[in-house]
């Protein structure tokens, strides 16, 4: 709540003492009385709630400033990922990447805290790719060929979005979704799963 409504319905808390104490011919004493207990007990709950809400958003802001944030810097050669969050991303997988009619099969792993000094070193991200039938395909020149003709974007309007799921050393889930665009990627957002 803000402060001006706490204010507002504190003076109307009063102002309804004072005339509740008027219609009932209450002596004046004793309506003043009532009028400051009346004040007095809402401050004391506007406290009681305004110091809880604080409490929660204190709490929620040291949970996200200690979270892993995994996010993908390059797509082309291969996909690298960065962990630039604060601790450490445990069990990274990815949702699979559907371009054309392959299918790219990201595959997952446990990455180690990346401190503040090392904040360049990234991860290679190995890939599997499978056609329309399921078959995977594995000679490594088409492999190269299908990874360089599909997953770059081609047009301005050609994006796509890579979601990357990772838990946190307390066992919190989380997912970041990056947007690949044809001059890089960028991070849309990060949410927590559970």
């Not at 990455?111 to 503040?116: I, K, Q, R, Y």
């Not at 990234?122 to 039938?133: F, K, L, W």
Request: hydrophobic share 40%.
């Amino acid at each position: 709540m803000k402060p001006k409504t706490a204010i507002i319905i504190g003076i109307l808390i009063v102002t309804v003492a004072i005339g509740l104490g008027w219609f009932f011919k209450v002596p004046a004493d004793d309506t003043m009385g009532h009028a400051i207990l009346a004040f007095t007990a809402w401050a004391i709950v506007w406290y009681t709630l305004e110091t809880r809400r604080l409490a929660d958003v204190t709490e929620r802001q040291l949970h996200i400033s200690l979270q892993p944030i995994v996010v993908a810097t390059q797509i082309m050669p291969e996909p690298r990922l960065l962990n630039i969050g604060k601790s450490s991303a445990l069990h990274v997988t990815f949702e699979d990447v559907k371009r054309g009619e392959y299918t790219f099969k990201l595959k997952g792993w446990e990455l180690c805290l990346v401190h503040d000094s090392m904040r360049d070193q990234s991860y290679g991200v190995p890939i599997e790719i499978y056609d329309a039938t399921g078959k995977q395909k594995t000679t490594s020149g088409e492999v190269d060929r299908i990874k360089r003709d599909c997953l770059p974007c081609r047009g301005e309007h050609d994006t796509y979005l890579l979601f990357i799921h990772y838990d946190d050393i307390a066992g919190g889930k989380w997912k970041s979704t990056c947007k690949v665009k044809p001059n890089g990627i960028s991070l849309e957002k990060v949410e927590v799963v559970s």
